[in-house]
């Protein structure tokens, strides 16, 4: 099985820390992507990557960083973190020239 | 562009009774549609996937939805509920087989009483 690792589960930062969102997958998928989860909005993509040191924008790129320096790991970065991205962050991956995802479990970043 | 709707943010339903959670979507093209479950404190796993093959797809843990193009709908549906199928639900939509763009509807959280 395709196994996508999120590092932290739970994370609690403050106003304008700088924050990593770590994914790990083990299958050798090109893509990868960052989705956030909040209730009632369903899933909105915030980057993705087809490759490694590519990346494209997504739906809602703003107050976001990504990092592919190798195929295997996606980092998300928020530069100075703000209440508003209190949120679930989803990680996923896909085969390259397929749509279906893979998700990690999640990481719940509350920013204080 | 393409756009999904979740018709009901949330479904409550008895264990043995039937399942209906549904979805209409909103695309140019021949789409691609999917419905994935989440549990509490899980990531999203993929139920089924329609793509032009047969109308009737089924799913994971007998699940399946019908694919009407006249009526632009991909509902979900479940002979007989059981405890374990308390979870969101996604119905999502996808033009694009390339890179994997896909559009999220909001969710349908399913409930389930004994």
């Known amino acids: 099985d395709v196994k996508v690792t999120q590092s932290s589960r739970y994370l609690v930062k403050r106003t304008g820390e700088k924050v990593f969102l770590e994914c790990v997958q083990d299958?050798?998928?090109?893509?990868m992507f960052w989705y956030r989860q909040d209730p009632g909005l369903g899933l909105r993509l915030i980057y993705f990557?087809?490759?490694?040191?590519?990346?494209e924008k997504g739906d809602i790129p703003e107050g976001y960083s990504v990092s592919r320096e190798k195929k295997e790991r996606f980092s998300l970065i928020l530069e100075s973190a703000s209440t508003n991205q209190t949120s679930m962050y989803l990680c996923?991956?896909?085969?390259?020239?397929?749509?279906?995802?893979?998700f990690g479990a999640g990481s719940r970043l509350t920013v204080l | 562009a393409q756009s999904v709707t979740q018709l009901d943010s949330h479904v409550s339903v008895s264990e043995g009774t039937p399942v209906l959670l549904r979805c209409n979507y909103s695309?140019?093209?021949?789409?691609?549609l999917f419905w994935y479950v989440q549990h509490p404190n899980k990531g999203l796993q993929l139920l089924l996937k329609?793509?032009?093959?047969?109308?009737l797809v089924k799913g994971i843990n007998g699940f399946e939805a019908e694919f009407k193009k006249s009526e632009t709908s991909f509902h979900l549906t479940k002979p007989s509920a059981h405890m374990s199928d308390a979870a969101e639900y996604f119905c999502?939509?996808?033009?694009?087989?390339?890179?994997?763009?896909?559009?999220f509807g909001k969710g349908t959280m399913l409930l389930v009483s004994p």
């Open positions: 996923a991956s896909a085969v390259s020239g397929a749509n279906v995802l893979t």
């Open positions: 299958m050798d998928h090109e893509n």
């Open positions: 990557s087809y490759d490694v040191k590519m990346k």
């Open positions: 695309s140019s093209y021949s789409p691609s």
């Open positions: 329609y793509t032009s093959a047969a109308t």
């Open positions: 999502v939509v996808s033009e694009d087989s390339g890179y994997s763009t896909l559009t």
